[in-house]
């Protein structure tokens, strides 16, 4: 599973909406003030994540974006995936290479690859914007 920095912005920016959601739409605008992120960039992450469903358009006066779905069921890998063709290598056990010597190494960044992204599909926005200060400093 790689984090690249939109994957990482776009985890910033949806956490910032689900904290927001009960005033309604989150314009880009003050997502860039709260969060230090340039609209550009904004936008270019908004696009997928429009496209791929996880935040919906409202246009006119008062509009923005919100969530499509309620923070519960949008898990951090979702967030991050959407940035990632490829999640993590498909390095199997099975696969028998002598001659590379790098083989074990591979399969342990594989594994833990894979660990780390069950970890964050078991994470919600939910569960990220209701934790208190000591909660997240013990994440560290």
């Known amino acids: 599973m790689k984090i690249s920095s939109k994957s990482r912005y776009a985890t910033i920016a949806m956490l910032d909406i689900a904290t927001r959601a009960a ?12 969060q230090d992120i340039s609209i550009s960039y ?15 358009a409202a246009r006119g006066p008062g509009g923005g974006y919100k969530l499509s779905r ?13 940035f990632n063709d490829d ?10 290479v002598d001659e590379d010597k790098d083989f074990t190494a591979r399969l342990m960044w594989s594994k833990l690859s894979e660990n780390l992204h069950s970890y964050l599909d078991g994470m919600t926005l939910a569960e990220c914007t209701h934790q208190s200060p000591t909660q997240t400093m013990s994440m560290q």
Request: charged share 25%.
């Open 87 to 96: 999640r993590y290598d498909n390095m199997d056990a099975s696969d028998t």
């Open 23 to 34: 005033k309604g739409p989150v314009t880009l605008a003050d997502i860039s003030k709260n």
């Open 42 to 56: 904004l936008e270019q992450i908004f696009a997928k994540l429009r496209r791929t469903g996880l935040v919906t």
């Open 70 to 82: 309620p923070a519960e069921s949008i898990t951090l890998a979702q967030i991050i995936d959407t």
